[in-house]
Each structure stands twice: as structure tokens, then as C-alpha cells.
């Protein structure tokens, strides 16, 4: 995995990649940024000069200067305020919309991407978060860093002044090294505190939505578990102040260190000037110039530690961005050298030694299958909990590419077919779908986008999921708001959730691949078996059309034994195929589990 702050390479990229996103949010206020916080900067450093000035001509009574010098302090202190507030108000701006376009690419980026690799590996939930809490630092890009150019030029024209009383006094500034050297590794530590809060925030954050979301009300309430989690959401966040604080106490201790070295040579240095004034050898001018541009310097470095490590802590937050991005571009790629999903399924689906293990796990989930899924057949799978049904369907819609082996349609790999293009014709309804709080028309029709607006086609849906009569239940039919979350919003059943999902996966009329992965498991026995023999009917009706393919995974064997193939899994491995009365006839797994199931029926 790839930090920010591990590869210097990688910040120059994440650099550019901050700056493209502020000159991309708001051009001209970006060119304004840079013009304002310049000037400010010189107008700061002409304030010195002007101090200089007045200095010299105070014991030689020169007026001239003395006037000129009084009307540049004022000038510059003038600029300086008028300067700030301007660049404030543009710094704001700038802000607002960088944070709302870099909202907007992260929605782009894990929207886009067509695996769910990024919301189930944990270093990237961590980027996710951490991104989440952080996306204001890209609007911070381009002042932080002009403000650090300025200040830079600002210790430099200051040393200069301060080498005119004598050359030994630019030790002074590199006292200052420490300071900033140390910046990095603080900021550093703070990466490494969010890194290690992160999975803490999770915790925080899923303690927070069992106590207050309305999905765990009935259990939290009955359970007696609000002084649980009010205790767990205690210990949590003791937990995450304490690693904040322990962070906090570091990086203070590194700033105070550096600090208290150039602290020491700044009193060296005007013990220095003292004694060269009480031996004759420097004037009053220079004491009180040393005096005041060694503070000016001291805050200087100050300032421009705390901009270099603002500027690091944004550097690591962009290489968060920049990361998630590579890994969305990755496997988005595969579209652009990708084939074309065929019209029709003519063979069907192959897979050839597939294997898959989760990010971080161990353990494969699915191991060593092969298998032919024939065109125009239906499929159910079975298995134990865990044996790898919804895996091994995840894999068949692309949501995740095999770690080993390779999945065909029709001959052509999978993982080089557009998947935009295998999207289009792939229908899919999954027991743990979603639940969109849309109007009804929309929850469904979103099935086929191309199809949303088109009301009969979302009433036909609706019937070939047998919830024909769903919309009259509700108040306002298909216009009717879903979620409780809204003033004129709906919540409905389990079941009645399940058949809005049953029927977005019907909204595709000619799908090469149906699955549906327990998606009937709210409704009763008998409503799963009539509809899927309404569906094994309808794709028996289309197969010479589009040799479609429908995968049932289901724990019900009454609907099962419908399928023309069975694939039995356990462990990840495949151990049986074939149709029912083979399966029964060989007397392995599935008829022991067919049995088991008929015998508490009787
Ligand atoms: N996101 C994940 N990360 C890591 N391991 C996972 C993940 N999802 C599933 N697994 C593991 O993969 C194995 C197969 O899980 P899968 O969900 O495919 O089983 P299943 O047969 O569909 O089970 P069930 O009948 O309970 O739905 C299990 O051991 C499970 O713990």
C-alpha cells in the first residue's frame, strides 16, 4: 500500500493532483489566492525593511527618512490588513468549492468503480473515512502553499537584514533547521493517529447508528441494550481521545524542542549584540534591530513549521484521494480494452478452476470450481451458511474478479468484457438488498435506467415479481415517497421491501443472467415456489431469444428441484452437480439435505 509520506515521489503527484483540483473547483479565485497571499507576503516583508530605515535614521536625525520611513510602516501595515481580509474572503470561497468538487469525485470514484474492493478491504474503508472527515484540506492547497513560499522569502530577506549588523548572526537561522525538520516527522505522527483511530471511528460510528437507527430499535429496545452501548460508545471514544492525546502530547514535545533550541540561540545572539555595543563595536540601532528581527525570525519559523506540517497533513490526506483513485482507475480500465458483451448467450458460462479469496482473509471462499452453466438453463445453488453461494454469484455479476481461474461467457473472459456492457444485461436481487427511499416508480425502475420514466414497464415488473397489487396498498400508488426518513415517507414491511427489490431485478426484459440470491427469503414457501416457476417459465420462453441464464440460491428444496441443474456447494468446493433426480439418485449431500428438509415437512 502506498503512504503519502513513505515515498517522496508519490507527494510530488499528490501535489500536482491537489493543485489540479483547485485550479479545476475555481480558476480565477485560485490565481487570486496566489496574487493576494504574495502580496501580503512582500507587504510583511517591506514592514521590516521599512523598521530598518527608521532605525538608521533615528541616531543620525535624518527627517527625510524619518518620514519616509513612518509613511512605508504605515503603508505596509495598511496593505497588510487590507490584503488579509481580501485573501480571507477568497481562502473561504476557494474552500467551499474544492471541498464540494472533491465530494462530488469521491462520490465518482467509489460509485464508479465497478468492484466492491474498496468498501471491503480495511485499509481503504480507512481512506474512505479518513477522506470523509478531511476533504476540506484540499481547499487549502494553494493558500498553504503560497503562504509557505512567502514565508520563506520572509525569512530570507529577515536573515539578510539581520547579517547587516554581522555575518555570526545567520547561525541564528540555522538554529531554526530543528524546527522545521521536525515539522515533518509531526506531521507524520498525526498520519499515523489517524491511521490508528481510524477502525475506532468505525466503531464510534456503528454503536452510534445501533442506538439511534430505526432498523435496530425493536431489538436495542428489547434486548435493554441503550446503557450497552452507551457504555461501548464511552470506552470507544475514551479510546480515541486517548490516542489523539498521546499524539498531540508527542508532536507538542517535538514543537517545543525545536522551539527551545533556536529560543537558546536567540539569547546568544542578543547577549552577543549587548556585549559588542558595551565594547563600542555595534550602535544602539543594531541592538534594537537584532532584538526585533530575531523575534520576527523566531515567529517566522514558528509559523512556517505549522504551514509545513499543514502542508504535510494535507499531502497525506490527497495520497489517501490519490490512492483510491489509482485503485477506482484500475479496475475501471478494464473497460477500455474490453470486449463487448454478445446479444445473445449461445454456449453460456464457463468457469475454469475459479477461486476467490476476500482481501485479508485467509481462507478462499470458493476453491478449484468448474463448471458449465449451459445457455438458457435455470440454476439453484445450494450449500450450508458460509459454503459459498453468494460469492460465487458476486463473481458471476463481476463484482469481484477471481483470484484464481477464470470465469467465460460465451468463450470470452470476463474480466476483459466492458463491465458497463455485462451491467446492461445482468439482473440481480440479493436477500440484503438495499432500500432505496425513492418514490416507489423510482425504486423499482432504477432496475433498467433506461426504462425509469416508462410506468408501464415498471407496473410489468411489478407483476412478474407477483406484487401487482403492491402500488394500491400504498397512499399515493407508484408516486408513493419510500423511508420513514421523509414527512410524507412510507416505511413498508420486510416483505413488501423485498418485493420492490424482487421487482427491480425484473425490470430488465432480455437479461443474459438473472440471479437472485435469496431474495424470496421473507416471503412465504409457497409464493417463492410459484414465482420462480412463473420465471423458469417466462426464460424457458426467451432462451432461444437470448439464452439467458437463472441462478436461484436458495435454502427451500421444494423450489430448487425446479432448476435443470443443482450445484451443491460445501466449503468453498463444488461437490455435486446435476439435476434433482440425479442428486437423489447418487445419495451425496443434497440428497441428505433434500431429505432432512421433506422429513420436517411431513
Ligand atoms: N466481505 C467478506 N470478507 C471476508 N470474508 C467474507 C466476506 N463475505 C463472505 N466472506 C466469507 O466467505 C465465505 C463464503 O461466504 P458466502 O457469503 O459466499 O456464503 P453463503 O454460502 O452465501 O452463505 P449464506 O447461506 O449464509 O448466505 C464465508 O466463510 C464468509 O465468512
Same mark, same amino acid.
Given at each position: 500500500m502506498i503512504m503519502a509520506e513513505s515515498l517522496p515521489g508519490k507527494r510530488l503527484t499528490t501535489a500536482a493532483t491537489m493543485l489540479r483540483f483547485a485550479w479545476a473547483a475555481d480558476p480565477k479565485r485560485s490565481l487570486l489566492a496566489l496574487v493576494l497571499f504574495t502580496l501580503q507576503a512582500l507587504a510583511s516583508t517591506?514592514?521590516?525593511?521599512?523598521?530598518?530605515?527608521?532605525?538608521?535614521?533615528?541616531?543620525?536625525?535624518?527627517?527625510?527618512?524619518?518620514?519616509?520611513?513612518?509613511?512605508?510602516?504605515?503603508?505596509?501595515?495598511?496593505?497588510?490588513?487590507?490584503?488579509?481580509?481580501?485573501?480571507?474572503?477568497v481562502l473561504l470561497a476557494l474552500r467551499e468549492r474544492t471541498h464540494a468538487l472533491v465530494e462530488r469525485r469521491m462520490v465518482e470514484i467509489v460509485g464508479h468503480t465497478p468492484t466492491l474492493d474498496i468498501h471491503e478491504t480495511p485499509a481503504y474503508l480507512t481512506h474512505l473515512e479518513v477522506l470523509e472527515r478531511e476533504t476540506w484540506r484540499f481547499g487549502e492547497t494553494v493558500p498553504s502553499l503560497v503562504n509557505l513560499f512567502a514565508t520563506g522569502i520572509r525569512i530570507v530577506t529577515t536573515t539578510a537584514l539581520l547579517v547587516t549588523v554581522s555575518p555570526a548572526l545567520l547561525l541564528l537561522a540555522v538554529l531554526g533547521l530543528p524546527t522545521l525538520l521536525l515539522s515533518s516527522k509531526i506531521s507524520r505522527l498525526y498520519h499515523l493517529g489517524n491511521d490508528r483511530t481510524a477502525e475506532i471511528y468505525r466503531r464510534t460510528a456503528v454503536l452510534y447508528d445501533l442506538a439511534t437507527k430505526s432498523e435496530c430499535a425493536k431489538e436495542t429496545r428489547l434486548l435493554r441494550l441503550g446503557p450497552v452501548l452507551v457504555r461501548r460508545f464511552h470506552v470507544e471514544y475514551r479510546k480515541l481521545i486517548g490516542v489523539s492525546r498521546r499524539v498531540a502530547v508527542h508532536a507538542e514535545a517535538l514543537?517545543?524542542?525545536?522551539?527551545?533550541?533556536?529560543?537558546?540561540?536567540?539569547?546568544?545572539?542578543?547577549?552577543?549584540?549587548?556585549?559588542?555595543?558595551?565594547?563600542?563595536?555595534?550602535?544602539?540601532g543594531d541592538v534594537a534591530l537584532t532584538a526585533v528581527l530575531a523575534g520576527q525570525i523566531l515567529s517566522l519559523l514558528a509559523s512556517s513549521a505549522e504551514l509545513l506540517q499543514f502542508a504535510w497533513r494535507n499531502l497525506a490526506t490527497a495520497g489517501r484521494y490519490v490512492e483510491l483513485e489509482g485503485i477506482s482507475r484500475q479496475a475501471r480500465s478494464r473497460s477500455t480494452a474490453a470486449a463487448v458483451t454478445p446479444a445473445r448467450l449461445r454456449d453460456g458460462i464457463r468457469l475454469d478452476q475459479v477461486s476467490y479469496r476476500y482481501p485479508h482473509s485467509t481462507r478462499p471462499?470458493?476453491?478449484?470450481?468448474?463448471?458449465?452453466?449451459?445457455?438458457?438453463?435455470?440454476?439453484?445453488?445450494?450449500?450450508?451458511?458460509?459454503?459459498?453461494k453468494t460469492t460465487l454469484v458476486k463473481l458471476l455479476t463481476g463484482l469481484y474478479l477471481p483470484t484464481d481461474?477464470?470465469?467465460?461467457?460465451?468463450?470470452?473472459?470476463?474480466?476483459?468484457?466492458?463491465?458497463?456492457?455485462?451491467?446492461? #444485461?445482468?439482473?440481480?436481487?440479493?436477500?440484503?438488498?438495499?432500500?432505496?427511499?425513492?418514490?416507489?416508480?423510482?425504486?423499482?425502475?432504477?432496475?433498467?435506467?433506461?426504462?425509469?420514466?416508462?410506468?408501464?414497464?415498471? #407496473?410489468?415488473?411489478?407483476? #412478474?415479481?407477483?406484487?401487482?397489487?403492491?402500488?394500491?396498498?400504498?397512499?399515493?400508488?407508484?408516486?408513493?415517497?419510500?423511508?420513514?426518513?421523509?414527512?410524507?415517507?412510507?416505511?413498508?414491511?420486510?416483505?413488501?421491501?423485498?418485493?420492490?427489490?424482487?421487482?427491480?431485478?425484473?425490470?430488465r426484459t432480455a437479461p443474459l443472467l438473472l440471479v437472485l440470491d435469496e431474495p424470496t427469503a421473507a416471503l412465504d414457501a409457497d409464493t417463492e415456489h410459484r414465482l420462480f416457476r412463473q420465471w423458469a417459465t417466462a426464460s424457458e420462453r426467451i432462451k432461444d431469444t437470448s439464452g439467458a441464464i437463472t441462478i436461484l440460491v436458495s435454502h427451500r428444496f421444494s423450489t430448487v428441484r425446479m432448476a435443470d441443474l443443482i450445484i451443491v456447494l460445501d466449503h468453498g468446493e463444488l461437490i455435486e452437480t446435476g439435476d434433482h433426480d440425479e442428486l437423489m439418485a447418487r445419495g451425496g449431500l443434497y440428497a441428505d439435505l433434500f431429505e432432512l428438509q421433506a422429513r420436517s415437512y411431513r
Open positions: 517591506t514592514f521590516a525593511w521599512w523598521l530598518k530605515v527608521l532605525l538608521d535614521a533615528v541616531p543620525a536625525a535624518d527627517l527625510t527618512n524619518l518620514f519616509l520611513a513612518t509613511g512605508g510602516l504605515a503603508l505596509s501595515l495598511a496593505g497588510n490588513t487590507v490584503l488579509s481580509h481580501g485573501s480571507n474572503q514543537g517545543l524542542a525545536g522551539r527551545m533550541i533556536f529560543l537558546l540561540g536567540y539569547f546568544c545572539s542578543l547577549l552577543l549584540v549587548v556585549h559588542w555595543f558595551a565594547t563600542g563595536r555595534a550602535s544602539i471462499a470458493l476453491r478449484g470450481i468448474d463448471l458449465r452453466l449451459p445457455a438458457g438453463s435455470t440454476v439453484a445453488v445450494v450449500g450450508d451458511n458460509g459454503a459459498g481461474g477464470k470465469i467465460s461467457i460465451d468463450g470470452v473472459d470476463l474480466a476483459t468484457l466492458d463491465p458497463e456492457s455485462w451491467r446492461r #444485461r445482468t439482473s440481480a436481487g440479493f436477500q440484503d438488498h438495499a432500500r432505496f427511499e425513492l418514490p416507489l416508480r423510482e425504486a423499482i425502475g432504477i432496475g433498467d435506467l433506461d426504462a425509469i420514466e416508462d410506468e408501464a414497464a415498471v #407496473r410489468t415488473a411489478l407483476q #412478474r415479481a407477483g406484487s401487482a397489487d403492491l402500488p394500491a396498498a400504498l397512499p399515493a400508488g407508484l408516486q408513493t415517497q419510500l423511508g420513514p426518513s421523509w414527512t410524507d415517507g412510507v416505511d413498508l414491511s420486510g416483505g413488501q421491501w423485498q418485493k420492490i427489490a424482487i421487482s427491480r431485478a425484473m425490470m
